[in-house]
């Protein structure tokens, strides 16, 4: 036993697919799935891993890590790894979605951490979750009685996924659609005070000189992510470059979301933000 | 408690069997560490679960020698006894056989206390120490009263970890014949000393292992020695050997930190620039106790007044004791602190005169013939005539300089957002090699050529550097025509002499390798004379020079001086509110290099170090305790942050023996970095760390002309 | 729990808990990572290992995961051919060791380009900087990579 933890070890089982993980909950339907393990080691600085008593791991399971190319969706398995899903993924996956991916953790660690355990957990700023719901990503979600799926607007602000007992968060649906203008930026990482975090998630597509799409989102460690949907309905078609009184509208128009928080943000949140806004729309035209 | 009068002995023969020093894990014990948790408090008792059978538990009372633990002329109890100083403070040790109960058991002692006044200090603890330093030509300070110009800024700079990956870990065993000690550090002598010394033990018997630390900033220099007697103690008290680790937390909160420092300058120059009058007050912060308060202090004064001529001056220099923590020597050994607000403060004073930086320095550097701060001729020009305009040169600083201020002046620059926010700064500055207050510090070496050919070196300096080793064997064995790889550096297990000094660079490459030399031509000159083995030592002494009087300031203070210049140029990210470092040069003139790679690497650290003391790193102080939150925050530089380096030597003559450089990066290249700071965010920043937060306000004001709609 | 794995190229059975970490096992069973210590959060690189040829940090990896996969630890890696040319071409650049990050370094960068074999320069250097260290060996590390990824180009090109 290790030292300082009491009591029997806990259960584990590693089945190798998806329909053995399925079936353990039948005896087991309260066992807590274990991906890559790597939420539970910024919360504690402890040398044993404290697990409840029967935990699933999907270590094995390489049916939860397959990546499935589609002319209209490209499918990620939950148990993919972030590395795997930069260096798997190849051109299909979205430019946003490396980005965010890029700058989770260090390189070992996106070996262990996967699609699904990023989904599921609250990491340190949203990380997967603001581009995916930019990208009108879907969470599929099974259990042994079927599955059903999730839309990312679905996902709460906080952007986890929630799973009943029994469900598993089997694969991440991305519609592919060309988003040639990608905005990513993050502040912060596990070293950065709260108040100091950020990120920020920016999708554009222009044509004949018209902003032809738009999406844009921030996300704030205890307000979640935020997406102004009525700056982007009325972006969404204007002539580019935009004027600079569309672009202060604009920033106004973020600057009040950010007033509606109902966890303030910090006054550099705030600025870096609104700074953000500002350079996201002076680059609108450069595609 | 018995007097011990014997000094250690080098002991080359000393072949220990493979158990001592790695006993094997089920034959040690775990030790921790049970610490204050009030900042000032007489203890008036303990109280604690019983303690389980076997375990060992040490209080002050059970201390067989001296129980002050001493570092030069600073002492401070080896566990707080009448009182505790600080929260943290080591108040007595347990030792089991599993460190987690262990600890859990550690967390259970109360000790019963009376908190005492956060202003008293006790007996045993330095009062604020003061001094006044004068000096100059009064007269000269009274030239040209019309037409002179005063300026006055106040810089401060915050604390630092040193930041090693690992913390230290001691293994300690005692026996009646032998107390031996495996710990990592620089200082294996004072490891004995302060062993025998509170163990009461003859030094001769007190056996250290050190393994390597890594660089030549390992910036710990005393306190592993304090972890050593501690585990020690353990070991005696629980009659086997004892690990002593700390955890990553302990070691972040209570590890000696850089001293914070605070310093008021004021000149009075006249117009062509000359600094007419200097006044100083300095403040430096050196946590409970002032462990090498006398070295920090001082070489923070001769920060202030050794780069430049000065008509007069004055300077008022204090050191603040505090119920926190005591801070140490990280990152050099304290110059860089009184030249950190010296540099920035000349970047103050070439603003007001309007004057280029690199010009002004190079005009007001010490010259032949002129004296300096302690009154000694100099016989040449200081190297920083030579190196700040050659760097300027190759650096293109002072155009870029020009351009960048012509910059500033446009008020409406952050209306275009296609102007880049820049800055490129530059500082110059030194590292004083050897202890101010350090005595005769002598180092010896001890070579033995055996009947088969092989030769022993026995080097009292710790080092990982794989170079410096491998250029001694090289070295020896081109001497003795021998193959290297019958060359061996052998560890020394008792350190050399008493008062031998840590290793720190000036060492590894000013006197070990001139000792080597003369080490392996004595036993060359026996060889073919005299049977083997043969065994010759030589030692180092200082060289006699004017004697340095800390009181007066006067006489020559260090071994040697290895001068450096850098420059800095930077760019604010105003979408991150971040600094980027575009690139740093520096010039240093350390005499020539034994090994580029080597001296490449310490100055490439003293650069990572000036980072991280300038932008990355930050310490706060809650409640008289580091925060949790600056354990978790703290950050080393990351590849944002370090930028490439254009390190170049000065080449001047080779007659001039290698001096060290291993803190010379940090003493200069972190007010370069402010100043570069300075000139692309605003004139205010005059303290380090400059954080997120700060260079957020600087842009919120800037952007008031931006959007002035807002 | 006994669990069989291989380790280092030796096949080994170790007993742990399911409670506890591959660092935690590895330094009570072996002499690996004896010295080491860890940031217990997966951040500072001293426990790294390759797991089935992926870097993780074994502070973070259940002992749980390892039944019947391939372990290789920084001191399996110093005694492969790999480890012995990269060494080689960081002396050429001037490394000076650190004993507390320079075979994790070189652990830590062979196992990415294994992954990423066609990173740049600025990838190579953010994945240095990802073990913070005192030192000042990464201006050599950042070189030494370079050319690392050069000479395994040079060896596809041939086998092409």
Redesign the interface.
Known sequence: ?????EGP????Y?PRSLGEALALFVPNPHAQL?AG??AW??E????????PGV?I?L?LAEDLRKVAYGERFLDLGGAL?L?QL??VGGPWVPAILKDAARVI?????R??ATVAGNLCQKGVLGDLFPPLHLLGALCEIRNLRGSRWLSAQQIAEDGRVVLAAGEILTRVRIPQEDWPLVFY?K?GN????WD?RLALSGLARTKNGQLEGFRLSFHLPHSGLVRIRELEGELTGQTLPLSHRER?QAVDKVDEALGLLPVPAS??QR??VL??TR?IL?RLDDE | MAARKKQPVQDPHFSPDPDLFRPPASKVWAGVIVRSRTPHARIVGVVHPPLPAGWALVLPADIPGNPTFQVFRGRFPVLGDDEAQYIGEPLALVAGP????VR?WADKVRFVTRNLSLDEFAEASPHLRRKTITGGDKAAALDGVHGTMEVEGVYSSGPQDHGHLDPVEVLARVTPQVVAVRIKTQWPAHVVNSVARVLDRDPNEVKVLATVSSGTANSQVWYPSLLAVHAALLSRAANRAVSLKLTK?EEFLYSPKRPEARTLLRTILAPDGRILSLQADLVVQAGAYGVLEDELLDRAVVGILAPYKLGHFVVHAHVETSHTPPRGPVGGMGEGLGLFALESHVHDLCRALGQDPAQWRSEQTLTKDSRTFSNLPLKADSPLKSLVPQLAKSSDYSRKHAAYELLQERIDRFQD?ALPLRGIGLAAGFQGNGFLAGGTSPVNIEGRLDPDGRLSLYIPIVTANNRSVQLWKESAAAILQIPVDDVRICPVFTGDHPTGGPSISSRAFEIVPKLLLQTCEGIAQKRFRQPLPITVRKVYRRNKGPAWDNDEFTGQPFLSFSWGAAVAEVELV?????IRIRKISLLVDAGPRIDDASARNALTEGVQMAVGWAITESIHWEKLAISH?SF????LPGPRELPPLDIQFYEGPKETPPRGLGSLGANVVAPALLSAIRQAVGPDLKSIPVS??ML?EA??YH?AFL?P?R | ?KLSFILNGDDVTLDG?????L??VLRRETEVFAEKTSC????C?RC?VL?DS????S????F??V?QREVVTPEGFRQTDEYRKFRAILDEEGLVECAECTDVQIF?LF??LE??PHAGPEECRM?IG?IPCRCGSRPVLERGAARWVESREAVRAARR
Not at chain 1, 1 to 5: C, D, F, I, R, W
Not at chain 1, 105 to 109: P, Q, V
Not at chain 2, 574 to 578: D, H, I
Not at chain 3, 17 to 21: A, G, I, P, S
């Open positions: 036993m290790p030292p300082g933890v070890p806990p259960l584990v590693s274990f393990g790597t080691q910024t504690h600085l402890t040398s044993s891993i404290r697990l935990t791991s270590h790894s590395n930069l260096s953790g260090t390189s070992a660690l070996n262990l930026q502040i596990i070293r950065t005070p100091e202060t006054v550099f600025d870096r700074h953000m350079w002076t | 599993v460190e987690d109960e859990q937390e957002e105003p979408l991150l509110a971040e939150e978790l925050r703290y950050r997120r937060k957020d842009l919120r952007e959007y709609e | 729990m808990d399911t409670r506890e970490t660092f935690t217990l959060k997966g951040t690189g790294h797991l992926k870097e993780v940090p502070c973070v990896v259940p749980f995961q039944r830590h196992s990415y992954l990423f994945l990802e």
